[in-house]
């Protein structure tokens, strides 16, 4: 494994760090460098790496977005929101320059100097325009002529012209030019249209030109009779939040249109990234029209918006990258796949509890079939589900609830229009639902909703009958193959009745009640939680592990220091931000925390309180430990009881305790490199769990 540096130096000599917490944004870009490491990892196959690098600039540019637009907003206005760490919105802005500085010169050195030359040396180049020969260029230039030119259009700027509206994190180029009979200079922008591919392939699929230089070499196309003096890429990053007055709307679809709408044409820019051959004269206008100052401008030294490489992923060559992973079907659900031993998947549930752990275990023959049975059994009266974020393309569920109500049952989906990003898929969704009879709901005004559930009724012999699916990650198929996840299926009575409370309370205009089983947010989440902590204060063997994408509530925080403190053992397991300090004497000594990365995307939230001794309470679903998950938003987390389900848990957990590959351990407040000396890789390991389970079970 390729080293990491020793110490991380986001969190630097300002409040942040003499106080009880860590900064929230600086703890998240050391979890981007996390993933940095792995762009640099010698283990990785070329092209793994690449993705990793693509995956760090992809992370940057939602990054400045949303968490740096909105900074940049506060400092403007005037009015100071200080986080529990102490840093001025102005502070944090510094800190945060500075350090994307240092990671964006490591990228592009990981870039320039290892993969770079490492794809070709696998027959695989990047070229440059100038090295091209003849033939070479003679078939971009037609290829330029056919595909590229129709396509371009220069926008330039003088008295009849004014600056052209850069949008949101599109790829342009600054040009130059002089008329040569009057003397005059101007300045035009050209936009690459996102439907042209990034990188060109030459004839023989193993050469590839970034299409700028494609561009800049037949700018006298687009300039004819003018002198070209000088041209460079350039990518303006704008703010993407959408900021809705729901209270004030009587039609929230249209609201979010409209936001969108508006947020595309207005949206203040935050960042502007340059090629480092700009001439001044051009940063100028550019910075003048954009209303940035210095402080917003990134030079690159390499390729603008490396973000791009996910083109180039796609055409690589298998032998570059991990081995496919076909996920298995859960032993539970192999006769469903299998027409000639249909087996009822109620009767299923009607004998147990069945967890799915993705994507070892295959989304399309547990979820997507649960759903498909419950749409075509004329027994299923009626289905809910919640839709927070789905595919734009793929969509299998979305098709099988429009199905069901089309044959006459009750289907209603809450559909979450705020879900950052995916707006309008959302919408477009809820469109197509409601015209084929599915009653579309939008959840709370002021609350996201963001549980992850499917409950199912059922006229049965003895009655009503319920069946729920809850999750830790969303109903898309496409991120089922990539992001960790669990489910739970389940015909619990109390559970099923709960789920049936939550539905009737997001649907209807109800007051939220108590709940038997389920914890709920944002009325009863965080005093379940802080529950479960002071029932372990109170023993010899108190014991707590949890894993989440994110730690930053301070109140939570606070209480994991007071359980550590009284004595309690706590094993954390957070992707990305950790706002806690871990290990600190006299304050978090017995706390561990463990950040693991690597080829799925960790995702599942799952907490265990309890000992061996006691006997163990395990919980999973769909809420991280942030003020907004556990105050502004409606998750749910259920409890595992099954003994058989809690140990599926369990060893998934212990093998990501146990992992020094793609792990990394925070010491106070700095992230380290995980060593053991076994390789031991959890990923891998659930993989050979999934085919074991697959050929035995």
Request: aromatic share 6%; glycine share 6%.
């Given at each position: 494994?390729a080293?990491?540096?020793?110490?991380?130096?986001?969190q630097?000599?300002?409040?942040?760090?003499?106080g009880?917490?860590?900064?929230?944004?600086?703890?998240?870009?050391?979890?981007?460098e996390?993933?940095?490491?792995?762009?640099?990892?010698?283990?990785?196959?070329?092209?793994?790496?690449?993705?990793?690098?693509?995956?760090?600039?992809?992370?940057?540019?939602?990054?400045?977005?949303?968490?740096?637009?909105?900074?940049?907003?506060?400092?403007?206005?005037?009015?100071?929101?200080?986080?529990?760490?102490?840093?001025?919105?102005?502070?944090?802005?510094?800190?945060?320059?500075?350090?994307?500085?240092?990671?964006?010169?490591?990228?592009?050195?990981?870039?320039?100097?290892?993969?770079?030359?490492?794809?070709a040396?696998?027959?695989?180049?990047?070229?440059?325009?100038?090295?091209?020969?003849?033939?070479?260029?003679?078939?971009?230039?037609?290829?330029?002529?056919?595909?590229?030119?129709?396509?371009?259009?220069?926008?330039?700027?003088?008295?009849?012209?004014?600056?052209?509206?850069?949008?949101?994190?599109?790829?342009?180029?600054?040009?130059?030019?002089?008329?040569p009979?009057?003397?005059?200079?101007?300045?035009?922008?050209?936009?690459?249209?996102?439907?042209?591919?990034?990188?060109?392939?030459?004839?023989?699929?193993?050469?590839?030109?970034?299409?700028?230089?494609v561009?800049?070499?037949?700018?006298?196309?687009?300039?004819?009779?003018?002198?070209?003096?000088?041209?460079?890429?350039f990518?303006?990053?704008?703010?993407?939040?959408?900021?809705?007055?729901?209270?004030d709307?009587?039609?929230?679809?249209?609201?979010?249109?409209?936001?969108?709408?508006?947020?595309?044409?207005?949206?203040?820019?935050?960042r502007?990234?340059?090629?480092?051959?700009?001439?001044?004269?051009?940063?100028?206008?550019?910075?003048?029209?954009?209303?940035?100052?210095?402080?917003?401008?990134?030079?690159?030294?390499?390729?603008?918006?490396?973000?791009?490489?996910?083109?180039?992923?796609?055409?690589?060559?298998?032998?570059?990258?991990?081995?496919?992973?076909?996920?298995?079907?859960?032993?539970?659900?192999t006769?469903?796949?299998?027409?000639?031993?249909?087996?009822?998947?109620?009767?299923?549930?009607?004998?147990?509890?069945?967890?799915?752990?993705?994507?070892?275990?295959?989304?399309?023959?547990?979820?997507?079939?649960?759903?498909?049975?419950?749409a075509?059994d004329?027994?299923?009266?009626?289905?809910?589900?919640?839709?927070?974020?789905?595919?734009?393309?793929?969509?299998?569920i979305?098709?099988?609830?429009?199905?069901?109500?089309?044959?006459?049952?009750?289907?209603?989906?809450?559909?979450?229009?705020?879900?950052?990003?995916?707006?309008?898929?959302?919408?477009?969704?809820?469109?197509?639902?409601?015209?084929?009879?599915?009653?579309?709901?939008?959840?709370?005004?002021?609350?996201?909703?963001?549980?992850?559930?499917?409950?199912?009724?059922?006229?049965?012999?003895?009655?009503?009958?319920?069946?729920?699916?809850?999750?830790?990650?969303?109903?898309?198929?496409?991120?089922?193959?990539?992001?960790?996840?669990?489910?739970?299926?389940?015909?619990?009575?109390?559970?099923?009745?709960?789920?049936?409370?939550?539905?009737?309370?997001?649907?209807?205009?109800?007051?939220?009640?108590?709940?038997?089983?389920?914890?709920?947010?944002?009325?009863?989440?965080r005093?379940?939680?802080?529950a479960?902590l002071?029932?372990?204060?109170?023993?010899?063997?108190?014991?707590?592990?949890?894993?989440?994408n994110?730690?930053?509530?301070?109140?939570?925080?606070?209480?994991?220091?007071?359980?550590?403190?009284?004595?309690?053992?706590?094993?954390?397991?957070?992707?990305?931000?950790?706002?806690?300090r871990?290990?600190?004497?006299?304050?978090?000594?017995?706390?561990?925390?463990?950040?693991?990365?690597?080829?799925?995307?960790?995702?599942?939230?799952?907490?265990?309180?309890?000992?061996?001794?006691?006997?163990?309470?395990?919980?999973?679903?769909?809420?991280?430990?942030?003020?907004?998950?556990?105050?502004?938003?409606?998750?749910?987390?259920?409890?595992?009881?099954?003994?058989?389900l809690?140990?599926?848990?369990?060893?998934?957990?212990?093998?990501?305790?146990?992992?020094?590959?793609?792990?990394?351990?925070?010491?106070?407040?700095?992230?380290?490199?995980?060593?053991?000396?076994?390789?031991?890789?959890?990923?891998?390991?659930?993989?050979?769990?999934?085919?074991?389970?697959?050929?035995?079970?």
């Amino acid at each position: 494994m390729a080293s990491a540096p020793e110490r991380s130096a986001s969190q630097p000599d300002l409040p942040g760090l003499r106080g009880p917490y860590l900064n929230r944004e600086l703890s998240w870009l050391d979890f981007n460098e996390r993933v940095l490491a792995l762009a640099a990892d010698p283990a990785l196959p070329l092209l793994e790496r690449m993705k990793f690098l693509a995956i760090f600039n992809s992370n940057l540019d939602e990054f400045f977005q949303v968490r740096v637009a909105l900074l940049h907003a506060e400092v403007e206005s005037g009015v100071s929101v200080t986080p529990p760490d102490g840093m001025s919105p102005a502070d944090q802005l510094r800190a945060i320059r500075a350090r994307v500085l240092e990671l964006a010169a490591r990228e592009q050195a990981i870039f320039r100097g290892e993969l770079r030359p490492g794809l070709a040396r696998e027959g695989m180049h990047l070229c440059e325009w100038g090295q091209l020969d003849d033939p070479d260029r003679k078939r971009l230039s037609e290829f330029f002529e056919k595909r590229i030119f129709p396509v371009l259009t220069p926008l330039s700027v003088d008295p009849a012209h004014p600056f052209p509206y850069v949008s949101n994190l599109s790829f342009n180029l600054a040009v130059q030019v002089r008329d040569p009979r009057s003397g005059l200079a101007r300045f035009a922008r050209i936009k690459v249209p996102s439907l042209l591919d990034r990188f060109v392939a030459l004839e023989d699929e193993d050469r590839f030109v970034p299409i700028e230089q494609v561009i800049g070499a037949h700018l006298e196309r687009l300039f004819p009779g003018m002198d070209i003096e000088s041209t460079c890429s350039f990518r303006v990053t704008r703010d993407a939040d959408l900021d809705i007055e729901e209270e004030d709307a009587d039609d929230l679809l249209q609201a979010i249109e409209a936001g969108l709408l508006r947020k595309k044409r207005l949206s203040d820019a935050v960042r502007l990234e340059v090629d480092h051959s700009m001439p001044d004269e051009t940063l100028a206008i550019l910075l003048e029209e954009l209303e940035l100052d210095d402080e917003d401008v990134y030079i690159r030294d390499t390729l603008i918006d490396l973000g791009d490489l996910w083109g180039l992923y796609a055409r690589g060559r298998a032998g570059l990258k991990e081995r496919p992973w076909v996920p298995r079907t859960e032993p539970h659900f192999t006769s469903l796949s299998d027409d000639s031993k249909p087996r009822d998947i109620f009767a299923l549930l009607r004998e147990g509890d069945i967890l799915v752990h993705h994507p070892y275990d295959s989304f399309q023959t547990s979820v997507e079939a649960f759903l498909s049975q419950a749409a075509a059994d004329p027994k299923v009266l009626a289905i809910k589900h919640t839709i927070y974020r789905t595919s734009e393309r793929e969509n299998p569920i979305g098709s099988t609830l429009i199905r069901a109500a089309e044959s006459g049952k009750q289907v209603v989906t809450l559909v979450e229009l705020k879900a950052r990003f995916d707006e309008q898929t959302n919408i477009e969704w809820a469109r197509k639902l409601e015209a084929s009879g599915v009653h579309v709901v939008y959840g709370l005004v002021g609350l996201k909703t963001h549980a992850k559930a499917v409950l199912v009724v059922r006229q049965e012999r003895d009655g009503i009958r319920r069946y729920c699916h809850i999750g830790t990650g969303n109903y898309n198929p496409v991120t089922a193959r990539l992001y960790e996840d669990c489910g739970m299926f389940t015909a619990d009575p109390d559970i099923c009745a709960d789920l049936s409370d939550l539905f009737n309370h997001l649907t209807g205009f109800s007051h939220e009640g108590p709940y038997r089983r389920l914890l709920v947010a944002p009325v009863h989440l965080r005093n379940g939680l802080l529950a479960e902590l002071r029932e372990e204060m109170q023993h010899p063997d108190g014991r707590v592990l949890m894993k989440v994408n994110n730690l930053s509530d301070a109140r939570m925080i606070d209480a994991l220091y007071e359980a550590s403190q009284a004595g309690v053992e706590i094993d954390l397991l957070v992707r990305s931000i950790c706002c806690l300090r871990a290990g600190v004497p006299g304050l978090s000594e017995r706390i561990r925390a463990r950040s693991v990365l690597g080829r799925f995307l960790e995702h599942s939230r799952i907490c265990r309180f309890g000992s061996e001794s006691r006997g163990y309470r395990y919980f999973m679903g769909s809420a991280d430990l942030m003020p907004r998950n556990l105050d502004h938003r409606v998750e749910v987390l259920t409890p595992v009881r099954d003994p058989a389900l809690q140990e599926r848990l369990q060893h998934a957990l212990d093998l990501l305790l146990r992992a020094d590959v793609g792990a990394w351990v925070l010491d106070d407040a700095t992230w380290r490199r995980a060593s053991g000396g076994d390789d031991l890789c959890a990923h891998e390991e659930l993989m050979k769990r999934a085919v074991e389970r697959a050929k035995t079970e």
